[in-house]
């Protein structure tokens, strides 16, 4: 798992049937104060997760895992829960306000 | 398993039902002596672990689930596994 930080939202028409009704994410990785680290990827979400929130995220196979629709598609990235606080990291991140 | 040093606890309240009552930890990966190496993740604790230990961790889900003991708990990938007491190298180097 790696915490991260919702910065858009992806929309698909045209995909796979196993995405079907997934929301897709852009997340930038962030470490534990909040600094990015690396690039951004696209992950589907499993919490109710949007723009702005502080999340953690599966990537692999164990994200494939996650997909409601069933086990065999071709996910790498799922977001699994919404940070409230990372805590005892000195300057640390911290989940966004949600409206 | 990678040895890493526990950073920081993660609070959350909305996450995937096989994470519901699993503490989760960031780690930061150390080499033998105790200097960080490459970026933190995080792991679901099996072992009781708290901020500043060096501990041992899983990044495979097979691995993990077998840590926290619950086999249908497939979006699991990173646990950890042991607190470290020590490491003892050949030239009497090893984080504490």
């Known amino acids: 798992m790696k915490l991260g930080r919702v910065i858009g939202r992806v929309v698909c028409t045209q995909k796979m049937d196993c995405f079907e009704g997934l929301k897709l994410l852009l997340v930038q990785p962030v470490d534990e104060t909040g600094k990015d680290a690396g690039g951004a990827l696209v992950a589907f979400d499993t919490a109710r997760a949007g723009e702005g929130d502080l999340v953690f995220f599966e990537a692999g196979k164990e994200a494939a895992q996650a997909n409601p629709n069933g086990w065999f598609n071709p996910a790498d990235a799922a977001i699994i829960g919404i940070v409230d606080a990372v805590t005892g990291a000195g300057n640390t991140a911290s989940g966004a306000h949600r409206t | ?96």
């Open chain 2, 1 to 96: 398993m990678m040895l890493a040093r526990v950073v920081a606890n993660v609070v959350s309240t909305e996450k995937h039902p096989h994470y519901k009552g699993q503490k989760i930890l960031v780690v930061q990966p150390v080499d033998p002596d105790g200097k960080p190496r490459g970026k933190s993740l995080l792991a679901v604790d099996g072992v009781q672990a708290g901020i500043g230990d060096l501990v041992l961790v899983v990044d495979e889900g097979g691995s993990a689930r077998a840590v926290i003991g619950d086999e249908s708990a497939v979006t699991i990938r990173t646990a950890i596994c042991g607190i470290v007491d020590r490491v003892d190298l050949e030239d009497g180097r090893g984080a504490p």
